[in-house]
């Protein structure tokens, strides 16, 4: 740090002597008999003589040999120093009397140490005063003051003769405390993390006072003057994380205050940012190099405030390719009391404006122990980082965030695929402040990410710290996808209250990142609170549904159920995990006025259909509902009570119901491959239900009704006789073939790969490939034309960043060229008018085209969600329109693929993208591609048919 401050500037003998001369009367020194010692780590006047022992220069060897050598201190700081100990000390030294500068130093050491008999209160006094001394706005004269005036220390100082640590040493002299001056490098207001320290750009001074027989640290200018910050032409701001940084921050201005941090500063702090060039004066047993002071992690203040302890990266410069990680120690009995936020800052380009990439970083506490940080890119560039933090007790009004730690990130790898964090809520990530005070303690997370790598489905259960009545608390969950675009997903969480637990159900969708928020709404509040928000990354390997709607209030028992007199005999719990098929709820009603009802609900339902799969039982004043799940699910159940006013919700559940897969035999493999015949009707029936299901069996495979066919084929399973076996098999090999055709045709007409290849599995297991010899080759059809669409996305994503470069590269590029990354570009939205050539001789092999490609340029320059393989990734084909898709067919029709290949082989891939593209979309729209005209461009709008 250079400056007025702390850079090199040398006192002369003139200036010690300074308060004898000028033709003065020499003043009895009523502070001590005899003057200290002048101490520096480099020849501060030429007088000064090297002391060996001390490893510095003094005016007296002798007498400095009676020092104690520089060796690290017994005590830390917070063991020997309150600052609410020494507020008489302070305010006595702020309200030093101004005349005071115009007498000589001593007269203002015996007025700041007056009535002080320790060290301690002594140097406290002396640091208090300089640093309340606002020097760079003080209006001291031009001309020379008098030498033996104290405003001619400050005079030196404002005009660069001399600077703080030189004062804050003559004062000590007159106070008979050791002192001396360190010389050094510093990382201070003139430093960029990362870079060499140079002794002329970096150089700076500080002090070391002996107090009770302990060197301790001083730097008088950093406590001051705050130091500046990152320089602004060299970066711009991408991610400023959460918090409201105040402006004084985020400018960077100088201000005079009192930084606690420079007063009998810790060794292993100073260190952090001081680096004495005479090593023994780092007061550490284990010095640094000046190669790990380079190269060590850049720890702020604040770091050592916090009392944090950095685990990863120990190096502030850190290499990566497209994430990393950070980690820091935090201690457990503050850690709900500190906050974090972060900045992100990427170098700024030559070559213009850069895109912002917010969302980015990630920050939780895993434990209450542990602060993890990742930070991700999809481009390879160099970013600054920046972590900031605060403890929420402090009340000062000038406490705020200040800065942890700094690190530069280096990325090394273009990475199209990695994607944003999900957004980050106010409050941050995991169980803190929010959740605790409003009367929640986590009982199953307790950092911010949840993982996930079975199915999907997550329960997080909190326990309650407060007395109040938590089933009249609304609470409620929402799920929002990460990614690109944040995308709330409804119904995927649900909640129970239940044996004073409040417990949250998730299902994510499919694999991914998820932003899961939670809120609570008390008796006196406004509105809901954002009380926690965790992350979840989910490596499910199936799909999940939603949840039943209607169910987000809340599941168990509702407000009317005790009032009602019921009671719970099944179930308590609203959420109900089973393999049965067949479910049973009972309750007990004490008022026999009471009518219950239940409803049922589910994806694959229909409300005509619910009421079959609902039989109730009466016996006394107990109700029990037999419910019968159709298929693998979610379901929903409202238990409904009515006492002459009105059906009352009073219980809600919500089911999710996974059918066992049992044993069974497996058909033969040389089974007839004509649909087989029903099975003779059994000559005894002992049961007069057996003719009607048999009856709605047949009925249901001749009108091909799937559900009436499986309710069918449930009634005759459970009426339990033996003679009715081949029946049975024959209405499941019936409804196999249902289901088979159902899901081959639905998987052909949703033209999805991942449903072909489900739906072909399905029909070789159930072995009904025969009964669907035209389904099955429609969907192998399909399959085979989807394949050879990914096969061509594949190629284009297979494209490196150099094949891009060199396509992008072209000032004047071959017509074919031109034309394939038109029709390329056209298909992923780009109209004519945006790449079109203005000159159309492309026929002509020896002409170049000289219109403005800059356009298309542009477009294979964007990175991340923009980029053009990225928008080739997410493409779907039935969202092309069918004239635009002739028209970037028109745009490459005049040309071959030998043709493109010769003069750019990234160019002949995109070629064959388009190609096939458009082939695949002519042949779903057979029926009508006569009627439509080609289209290119945005202007016509409305004419695209034929007739």
């Not at 002509?844 to 969600?865: E, M, R, Y």
């Not at 039935?878 to 990234?906: E, Y």
Request: charged letters at 30%; glycine letters at 6%.
């Amino acid at each position: 740090m250079i400056g007025m401050g702390c850079g090199s500037s040398k006192i002369t003998e003139h200036d010690i002597e300074g308060q004898k001369q000028n033709g003065e009367k020499p003043r009895e020194n009523k502070v001590a008999p005899e003057l200290g010692r002048l101490l520096s780590t480099y020849q501060l006047i030429p007088s000064f003589k090297e002391c060996a022992e001390l490893h510095c220069f003094a005016d007296d060897v002798e007498k400095a040999k009676l020092l104690p050598p520089p060796v690290p201190p017994t005590t830390k700081k917070h063991e020997i120093f309150d600052i609410n100990k020494y507020k008489k000390v302070d305010e006595r030294a702020v309200k030093a009397p101004s005349k005071l500068l115009k007498q000589p130093l001593s007269n203002l050491v015996e007025y700041l140490t007056e009535g002080l008999e320790d060290d301690l209160s002594k140097v406290r006094a002396i640091y208090r005063w300089v640093t309340c001394q606002p020097v760079d706005s003080m209006k001291i004269p031009n001309k020379e003051p008098s030498q033996s005036h104290t405003m001619f220390q400050l005079w030196r100082i404002k005009h660069r003769k001399g600077n703080y640590a030189q004062l804050i040493s003559l004062l000590c002299r007159f106070a008979q405390l050791p002192c001396i001056i360190i010389h050094g490098k510093l990382k201070g207001s003139t430093y960029e993390v990362g870079e060499k320290l140079d002794e002329e750009q970096h150089y700076g001074e500080w002090n070391a006072v002996l107090v009770d027989g302990n060197w301790r640290f001083i730097n008088a200018y950093w406590g001051t003057c705050a130091e500046g910050g990152t320089e602004e032409e060299m970066w711009e701001v991408v991610d400023k994380g959460d918090g409201e940084l105040k402006g004084d921050q985020q400018s960077r201005q100088l201000f005079y205050s009192c930084d606690e941090n420079y007063f009998l500063t810790d060794p292993d702090q100073m260190v952090s940012t001081h680096l004495p060039s005479q090593p023994s004066w780092q007061l550490l047993a284990n010095p640094v190099t000046e190669d790990d002071f380079t190269e060590n992690a850049f720890l702020k203040d604040r770091f050592f405030n916090m009392n944090l302890k950095l685990k990863k990266p120990k190096k502030c410069v850190v290499m990566c390719q497209s994430e990393t990680e950070l980690v820091f120690e935090i201690p457990k009995e503050r850690s709900l009391n500190l906050d974090f936020q972060h900045l992100l800052f990427r170098m700024k380009s030559t070559q213009g404006n850069l895109p912002r990439y917010d969302r980015y970083v990630f920050l939780q506490r895993t434990n209450d122990e542990t602060l993890q940080i990742r930070v991700r890119s999809p481009v390879a560039d160099t970013f600054r980082f920046e972590l900031v933090g605060k403890d929420v007790t402090v009340r000062d009004k000038t406490y705020d965030y200040d800065w942890i730690a700094i690190y530069k990130l280096v990325f090394g790898k273009d990475d199209d695929s990695i994607e944003p964090f999900p957004e980050c809520p106010i409050i941050g990530w995991g169980p803190g402040r929010a959740m605790m005070e409003f009367g929640l303690a986590p009982m199953s997370h307790f950092g911010g990410e949840i993982k996930n790598k079975d199915d999907g489905k997550i329960e997080v259960k909190f326990g309650t710290t407060s007395d109040k009545d938590w089933n009249k608390v609304k609470i409620h969950g929402e799920l929002v996808k990460g990614g690109g675009e944040s995308e709330p997903l409804p119904d995927h969480v649900i909640h129970r209250v239940e044996n004073g637990d409040v417990i949250f159900n998730v299902n994510t969708p499919k694999t991914g990142e998820y932003a899961l928020k939670l809120y609570a709404k008390g008796e006196r509040d406004k509105e809901a609170k954002n009380i926690c928000n965790y992350m979840i990354t989910s490596e499910q390997k199936g799909e999940n549904y939603a949840f039943p709607r209607g169910f987000q209030g809340g599941l168990g028992p509702k407000e009317a159920f005790n009032s009602l007199g019921l009671r719970a005999l099944s179930h308590q719990s609203g959420m109900i995990e089973t393999d049965e098929e067949v479910l049973e709820i009972s309750f007990e009603k004490t008022n026999e006025n009471i009518e219950l009802s239940l409803s049922l609900t589910g994806n694959t339902i229909r409300p005509e259909m619910a009421k079959r799969l609902i039989e109730e039982t009466v016996e006394g004043n107990i109700v029990t509902y037999k419910v019968r799940l159709p298929q693998t699910g979610n379901y929903g159940i409202k238990v409904m009570g009515n006492r002459g006013r009105g059906n009352e919700n009073v219980y809600d559940y919500v089911v999710q119901y996974k059918k066992s897969h049992k044993k069974k035999s497996k058909p033969s493999q040389n089974a007839a491959s004509e649909m087989p015949k029903p099975p003779p009707e059994p000559q005894v029936q002992r049961d007069p239900r057996l003719t009607e299901y048999i009856q709605t069996m047949k009925r249901a495979i001749q009108e091909q009704n799937e559900t009436d066919l499986e309710l069918a084929l449930d009634d005759l399973k459970n009426l339990g006789l033996p003679t009715v076996k081949d029946e049975i098999q024959y209405g499941e090999t019936e409804l196999d073939v249902m289901r088979c055709r159902r899901e081959l045709n639905e998987a052909t007409e949703l033209k999805d790969m991942d449903a072909l290849k489900s739906a072909l599995q399905l029909t070789k297991t159930k072995n009904v490939e025969n009964r669907l010899t035209e389904e099955v080759v429609r969907a192998k059809a399909m399959l085979d034309r989807l394949r050879n669409i990914a096969k061509l996305m594949h190629a284009v994503l297979g494209l490196d960043q150099k094949t891009i470069a060199e396509i992008r590269g072209y000032q004047h590029p071959p017509p074919a060229v031109h034309h394939v990354m038109m029709a390329s570009l056209l298909l992923l939205g780009h109209w004519e008018e945006e790449t079109e050539k203005i000159v159309k001789r492309y026929k002509d092999p020896d002409f170049h085209c000289t219109s403005d490609w800059k356009n298309v340029q542009i477009a294979l320059g964007k990175l991340g969600k923009d980029s053009i393989k990225r928008k080739i990734q997410e493409l779907k084909v039935n969202d092309i329109p069918l004239d635009v898709a002739l028209g970037a067919r028109d745009l490459i029709r005049d040309f071959t693929l030998d043709q493109v290949r010769m003069v750019s082989a990234g160019g002949a891939t995109f070629y064959i993208w388009v190609r096939g593209l458009t082939e695949e979309i002519e042949k779903r729209n057979a029926e009508i591609v006569h009627t439509v005209r080609p289209r290119t461009s945005q202007r016509r709008k409305d004419k695209t048919s034929l007739g």
